[in-house]
């Protein structure tokens, strides 16, 4: 029998490296797929008790969503006619997930050799109250919490609420149901009183702006029934954002004790943004369709500024900048309404 090679890089066959549809285990990698995943994966999970809803039946699969997922991904996407002909999956890990995506590495073995490949596909969390919960709570409700944000809605933000509030017994006992949407989320809860409670929790923590309003939900007797529904809208920023502050681009550094820490591009000031200077409309998100970002090379400095040549189009660049960086060293550089930053 004759020799067999990759036909993507030329590796020759040996027993620890099979030949695999004409691939090395290595290109193999590059060029299939091990696991076929669907376009989007949904998962039901009580947000009570945590309860995940699977094959008919509410199970205790794990407190952790990558958890849930793993077990989700590996008793309902692997069989025999979702794996490569030949591979037996081994394993699956939850790398990642953010913004409504999630990221595996995949684990399986081909004859001697072991594959891993990053997969990724759209993850869909439907929180409803398992039947336990709901019959708990007599599935009727007096209060919403619309939690939205400035920035666009991320998974891994709403996330970070999630775990955060899901800490407190007042929102765990009065949860009657959640829906998530790509705007934000939607809690109602049994008790207008723990509403208030976790709208001002976020506003104290994650600096949300908060609106009251009431919902004619029909008369009882001579009474008008209403139900509280309460706005909070979080900044929803993550460190490493591109902001504008009173006219001037910044960068987002961190969140903390429900404030905004944002570095100036212009200056390099830091400050720190309370809760009205957030909401007084001083501050706008900005998304990579605002602004370009280039990689940089510092040629010298003149003048309190930088020379920066931009490696991409040659154009050089006159930025006020400190001497934070010697000759040649690459930067970042930023495009906005026609100027040019650097990314400190």
Not at 162 to 191: C, H, P, Q, W, Y
């Amino acid at each position: 029998m004759g020799r067999r090679f990759c036909v993507r890089c030329g590796r020759e066959e040996s027993k620890d490296t099979p030949i695999i549809d004409g691939l090395c285990p290595e290109c193999f990698v590059k060029e299939r797929v091990i696991l076929k995943l669907p376009s989007k994966i949904k998962v039901t999970v009580c947000p009570v008790c945590g309860a995940t809803y699977l094959h008919g039946r509410w199970e205790h699969l794990g407190e952790d969503i990558k958890d849930i997922v793993r077990w989700y991904v590996l008793s309902t996407l692997v069989k025999r006619s979702t794996v490569y002909p030949g591979v037996e999956v081994v394993d699956v890990k939850v790398k990642e997930l953010s913004s409504g995506m999630v990221t595996m590495l995949v684990k399986g073995r081909y004859g001697s050799a072991s594959l891993v490949q990053e997969l990724s596909t759209h993850l869909e969390v439907d929180k409803r109250l398992c039947p336990n919960c709901l019959k708990s709570r007599g599935g009727g409700y007096e209060a919403i919490l619309q939690i939205r944000t400035l920035a666009p809605t991320r998974f891994n933000v709403m996330r970070a609420v999630g775990e955060r509030l899901a800490r407190v017994k007042t929102f765990r006992e009065s949860i009657v149901e959640i829906k998530e949407g790509r705007e934000g989320v939607d809690i109602k809860m049994n008790s207008q009183t723990a509403c208030r409670y976790v709208a001002n929790l976020l506003k104290k923590e994650y600096a949300a702006k908060l609106i009251q309003t009431w919902e004619n939900t029909g008369q009882l007797g001579n009474k008008r029934k209403c139900k509280l529904v309460i706005s909070a809208r979080l900044p929803g920023l993550v460190a490493g954002d591109i902001v504008e502050y009173e006219g001037e681009p910044a960068q987002v550094i961190k969140l903390k004790y429900g404030r905004v820490v944002i570095k100036s591009l212009s200056t390099g000031k830091v400050r720190s943004l309370t809760h009205d200077e957030i909401w007084r409309g001083r501050i706008k998100y900005l998304s990579s369709k605002d602004y370009a970002i280039l990689d940089g090379r510092v040629l010298n400095y003149e003048g309190g500024r930088a020379v920066v040549q931009s490696v991409d189009t040659g154009n050089v660049y006159f930025i006020r900048a400190p001497r934070l960086y010697s000759l040649g060293s690459r930067v970042k550089i930023l495009i906005y309404k026609g100027k040019a930053y650097l990314l400190l």
